[in-house]
């Protein structure tokens, strides 16, 4: 039964029995993991002593697991807690955001598929989540960094439709089931193999042309709020909104924390 020692984010928790936990952790060298931490909720000082701190939900901390080949739950055997991420229990705002944060990683990976950039990336917008100002600035920044991780970053710079690069124009018309843009509106299915031309909730739809060039320029915008200079967020907003319903297309299904970016 392999043992390992990683860095870990808690995504998921629930109670077990009056003094043990199920958790579900990103961790920064094996992927999302799923553990049963036997004796947690005890308040004995060897129970304090292995679950240094209490595993609590949007909390990063050292885990030390164990394997085992006949189950899909490790065993948790130790936990030292290093971030406790306060801002999540006293800003309404950040609450719901790192709410939304948990619920797209445990959508959107796989277990035992492990993505260092992805968990450095949400360990800084779990931190900068303090900063009320930057809240939409950093969930753009995480979910993008979300999708390229697992592999579905969207198609910005061809047309979905021609294949061509694509045109400028005023207004794109985005598919998140192609996971691209288009200058024109797809009228017949079979326009083109990859394009969903089906009118439904989740696109496709028009997109403004100041939305596709801030995603394009993303990473490679320095850290900090992200506004154009009249101090407008709203591509910020819009870009969020985006990529929220092109997660959405791509599980198949809304996560009850989705409201909290559509409704911003």
């Known amino acids: 039964m392999p043992r390992f020692k990683d860095q870990a984010i808690c995504i998921r928790h629930i109670d077990w029995s009056e003094t043990s936990q199920i958790v579900a952790l990103l961790t920064r060298e094996h992927g999302t993991m799923r553990g049963l931490a036997k004796g947690s909720k005890r308040t004995s000082p060897g129970a304090i002593a292995r679950y240094c701190g209490g595993i609590e939900l949007l909390t990063a901390g050292q885990v030390v697991a164990t394997t085992r080949p006949n189950t899909d739950l490790a065993a948790i055997t130790e936990w030292d807690l290093q971030q406790p991420f306060r801002h999540f229990r006293t800003n309404l705002r950040a609450h719901r955001l790192g709410l939304y944060l948990a619920d797209a990683l445990a959508a959107l990976t796989a277990d035992e598929d492990p993505h260092p950039e992805l968990f450095d990336a949400t360990l800084d917008a779990m ?16 979910q993008w960094a979300l999708l390229v991780a697992c592999g579905f970053k969207p198609d910005l710079e061809h047309d979905m439709i021609t294949g061509e690069r694509l045109a400028t124009a005023a207004t794109y018309w985005f598919d998140p089931i192609a996971g691209g843009c288009s200058v024109d509106e797809p009228v017949s299915p079979h326009r083109h193999a990859n394009f969903h031309a089906r009118r439904t909730d989740t696109g496709p739809w028009q997109v403004r042309a100041e939305t596709i060039d801030l995603l394009r320029r993303l990473p490679e915008i320095d850290a900090g709020p992200i506004s154009d200079p ?26 009850p924390t989705m409201r909290f970016v559509l409704d911003d």
């Open 127 to 142: 931190a900068n989540l303090r900063d009320t100002p930057q809240h939409a600035t950093v969930l753009l920044r995480f």
């Open 230 to 255: 009249s101090n407008d967020l709203l591509p910020v907003t819009r870009g969020n909104r985006l990529l929220c319903v092109y997660l959405r297309a791509l599980i198949d299904r809304q996560l």
